[in-house]
């Protein structure tokens, strides 16, 4: 299980950095005359590269299937669901409302 996560999240991890590297992102880059969006959707894989970083470090301490918040298991199927999660639902839910 902890394998197929793991691979799953690199597989995921190089699919972002890659998405950041093509030429097509700077000639897209180059086109878009608004700044604000080009500026989130850096800030935004940026997050995802936080996000999947601590995943990976969550999955070397062998905390990845607990929730941060209160320690409970964090069901498969919300794993499933969002690979770089750290809550469980309940404490998701009341961190981001
Ligand atoms: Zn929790």
Redesign the pocket.
């Known amino acids: 299980m902890k394998q197929v996560v793991t691979n799953r999240i690199n597989a995921i991890d190089r699919d972002i950095r890659h998405e950041g590297m093509t030429a097509d992102w700077s000639e897209q880059a180059s086109e878009r005359e608004n700044d604000e969006v080009l500026e989130s959707l850096g800030n935004s894989s940026e997050l995802e590269l936080l996000k999947i970083n601590y995943a990976l470090k969550r999955i070397d301490d062998g905390s990845y299937f607990q929730?941060d918040?209160?320690g409970?298991d964090i069901p498969p199927a919300r794993l499933e669901l969002l690979p770089f999660t750290a809550?469980?639902v309940?404490?998701a839910e009341k961190i981001e409302g």
Do not use: S
Request: glycine letters at 0%.
């Open positions: 929730c918040e209160c409970a809550h469980c309940d404490c």
